[in-house]
């Protein structure tokens, strides 16, 4: 046995020592001023990121929103609830973060830093747009974690309050060894290996007619490579570790069907919280709903919750979902 173990020690640092790291495609040098285009931003490296904007009339503009997709998505994600936003005055833009949609470099990873710093740059761009009007982020799954991870970094974003919708803080401390060993390892020994997912057998929402015309849109990815995974499960982890100076105005929206993202880590997030910011954010869970709140086929809902909020961050939100949320918050 104790030959067995050498033998196993000896083996993991030879691999170690001949094994290629995780491949990043990292933001260029700066060439350039970051700029707003109509349908695009430029960013100091000179990535073209798409962009789309959903307009309220200007005499009738309460708010402006960011919002940011999930992995694998990009910008439209919001679409149906951005065009039901701007008949309630409210602006919304939406990117596609680098490696996803018809941004450049398709599939690949960034580097959590680099995603901080676009929503920070992009942040100030819009808010320039707009001065005088109170300024939103929004983040879905992934967006959600670069959106918690840049509001408490040392370079946030400068924003009157921030709508997580089931953010992804599922990262290496809040995910069991059995999965997180054999991501280490693959994502240095085998970096481009692209993973479906099929065969997994998880629901990302109740919406069915969404899902397929997901599967059959070609600007969302249908697969993973194990470093791009690699990447994400760092950014997770940094947004799950952010809960003790998460501080900012909020509402924090999560599905108990939510079969993407496990409620154990959102637990802990919600715990780790400062006592004062209870008072600034708002917690709503949701008994019918999925990861992909806003589309789910209960989504009219939760963008009424969300419209509410915007509206008055104080008053109790008109689903109730927030009492539901009080039954089982952490104190």
Request: hydrophobic share 45%; charged share 20%; aromatic share 8%.
């Amino acid at each position: 046995m104790r030959n067995l173990g050498r033998a196993l020690a000896v083996l993991l640092v030879v691999l170690a020592a001949t094994a290629c790291a995780p491949r990043f495609v990292l933001p260029g040098p700066p060439v350039t001023t970051p700029t707003l285009e109509p349908n695009h931003v430029i960013l100091s490296d000179g990535a073209r990121l798409p962009l789309r904007t959903w307009r309220a009339e200007s005499e009738r503009e309460k708010a402006v929103l960011l919002a940011l997709h999930g992995f694998n998505d990009y910008g439209t994600f919001i679409a149906q609830a951005a065009w039901e936003l701007a008949e309630q005055g409210v602006t919304t833009y939406a990117y596609d973060q680098r490696g996803f949609g018809g941004a450049p470099h398709t599939g690949r990873w960034a580097g959590a830093d680099a995603y901080l710093a676009d929503l920070t740059t992009i942040s100030r761009l819009i808010r320039a747009e707009h001065p005088g009007v109170p300024f939103y982020l929004l983040g879905e799954s992934m967006g959600g974690a670069v959106v918690l991870a840049a509001v408490t970094g040392n370079d946030p974003p400068a924003a009157d309050g921030v709508i997580l919708s089931a953010p992804a803080v599922w990262g290496w401390r809040s995910m069991p060894f059995y999965q997180t060993v054999p991501l280490r390892m693959a994502a240095h020994l085998f970096p481009g290996w692209v993973l479906t997912g099929e065969g997994l057998d998880i629901t990302p929402s109740d919406n069915r007619e969404m899902l397929i015309a997901l599967g059959r849109d070609p600007l969302v990815i249908k697969g993973a490579r194990v470093d791009t995974l690699y990447g994400l499960t760092t950014l997770m982890d940094r947004a799950y570790g952010a809960g003790a100076t998460f501080n900012e105005n909020a509402l924090i929206l999560y599905g108990e069907k939510d079969e993407i993202i496990p409620w154990g880590p959102t637990r802990d997030l919600l715990a780790a919280r400062p006592v004062e910011a209870l008072k600034n954010q708002k917690v709503a869970l949701y008994q019918n709903g999925y990861h992909m709140l806003l589309r789910d086929l209960q989504g009219d809902v939760v963008l009424t919750d969300l419209t509410a909020w915007l509206a008055d961050p104080k008053a109790p939100l008109p689903s109730k979902a927030d009492f539901n949320a009080a039954k089982i918050e952490p104190r």
